[in-house]
């Protein structure tokens, strides 16, 4: 990243820590290993594997033996969606989950319909909350698995996962949260609670790409998705990667919400002052409910991307990063209501970890500047260019 640039896109994926970088390093150089092995090298690579494990799961409240290693978040999704629907007797087994969800969980559970699931897609509040009412609404005799995420990766808005895993409990069906958002913002306590399933990633949280986990309550059964191997108590074969997974555990070991999230909302709240004098602005979310690092603006009159592009130095995202480079609206956004238009004229900054305030004062002051230029062009438009969303 040049000096001149200012990352404010955390929420899509953050800059690895030297802390994790050198412990990385360290695996790399010094423990080449297979953590199957049976000979010293294998045993000291899976010492790092264990180790990584106890890491993350102290920073989750979890038995570590109930975490198991992924690619990510997103393979961590697709696994506790098609396992536990996978494992499904019933000719048409029932999941409920939001219109909101991450990309990962929607089009897991559009690729079951096609395998005769029936999906039932909760629809979010105008404030981007999911009120447990209308899951509890959803749910059925034959609903196998509720899904719906910890914290919202466009809004940052914090769903009620426990109200939502304690009626799941009383009706007897697994809950899945989505945490890919929440890990060193807030604390999570998994043992304890109401929660079956926990899809977990390193790369939110200065942790490298490519390593994340699923936590798996004691009484979960899935049908693997990987074949090939007893790893990952053969749920997921393949080789572990240990230096991917020794970066995962120091990074859990050093996101420590309570010394962290204070200052991100304090950014964050830095940025909205200067933000909200725009004219005509406004927040998306909750603002009462939502995690440190993610603040969505909508900027009306103004395309999101062009104003995207018009920052240049400063990085954001027009919606999330996973669905950039489709041209549709903010399918998060239009759940909450908002109109197409205006959902395409907002955008995503999230702070995190090396984020200054004096680079969030700088920032807003190029999207104040943008902004204003941007309308102006649009003003002085011809008749022609009106009802284009510019
Ligand atoms: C809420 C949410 N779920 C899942 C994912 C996917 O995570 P990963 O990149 O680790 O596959 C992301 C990341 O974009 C996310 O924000």
């Known amino acids: 990243m040049s000096n001149q640039e200012i990352y404010l896109d955390y929420a899509a994926t953050s800059p690895v820590d030297p802390a994790v970088a050198a412990a990385m390093l360290d695996c790399l150089q010094h423990e080449f290993g297979n953590a199957s092995s049976q000979h010293a090298a294998g045993k000291r690579a899976r010492q790092r594997v264990e180790g990584a494990r106890a890491a993350v799961a102290a920073r989750v409240g979890a038995a570590p033996e109930r975490l198991l290693f992924t690619s990510g978040a997103t393979e ?59 899951v509890a609404a959803a749910v059925r005799a034959d609903t196998a698995l509720v899904s719906i995420m910890h914290v919202n990766n466009e809004t940052g808005v914090i769903q009620d996962v426990s109200a939502i895993g304690a009626l799941c409990r009383e009706r007897g069906v697994p809950f899945h949260v989505d945490a890919a958002q929440s890990v060193g913002k807030l604390p999570l306590e998994l043992a304890s609670a109401p929660i079956d399933l926990c899809s977990l990633t390193a790369h939110k949280i200065c942790g490298p790409k490519g390593v994340g986990a699923l936590y798996i309550a004691p009484h979960v059964v899935l049908a693997a998705q990987l074949h090939g191997g007893e790893q990952e108590r053969g749920l997921r074969a393949g080789t572990l990667a240990t230096h991917q997974i020794v970066g995962m555990g120091k990074a859990y070991e050093l996101a420590d919400p309570l010394l962290e999230a204070p200052r991100l909302a304090a950014l964050r709240d830095r940025l909205w002052q200067e933000l909200g004098a725009i004219p005509g602005v406004r927040q998306n979310g909750a603002p009462a409910r939502r995690a440190a690092h993610v603040l969505n603006v909508s900027f009306p009159g103004v395309d999101g991307e062009s104003l995207r592009f018009a920052l240049r130095s400063v990085a954001v995202s027009a919606g999330s990063a996973c669905a950039a480079d489709s041209p549709e609206a903010s399918h998060v956004l239009t759940g909450m209501g908002l109109s197409d238009t205006l959902a395409g004229s907002s955008l995503r900054f999230s702070v995190g970890r090396f984020t200054t305030e004096a680079e969030v004062v700088r920032a807003a002051a190029t999207v104040v500047g943008a902004v204003s230029r941007l309308r102006s062009v649009a003003k002085s438009a011809p008749a022609w260019c009106s009802g284009s969303g510019f």
């Open 76 to 134: 961590a999704n697709n696994l506790a969606l098609q396992g536990v629907l996978r494992r499904q007797r019933k000719p048409r087994p029932h999941l409920v989950t939001s219109r909101i969800e991450h990309k990962s969980v929607l089009d897991t559970a559009r690729a079951l319909e096609t395998e005769g699931v029936e999906v039932t897609y909760v629809d979010a509040e105008a404030d981007g909350s999911i009120d447990p009412r209308r």
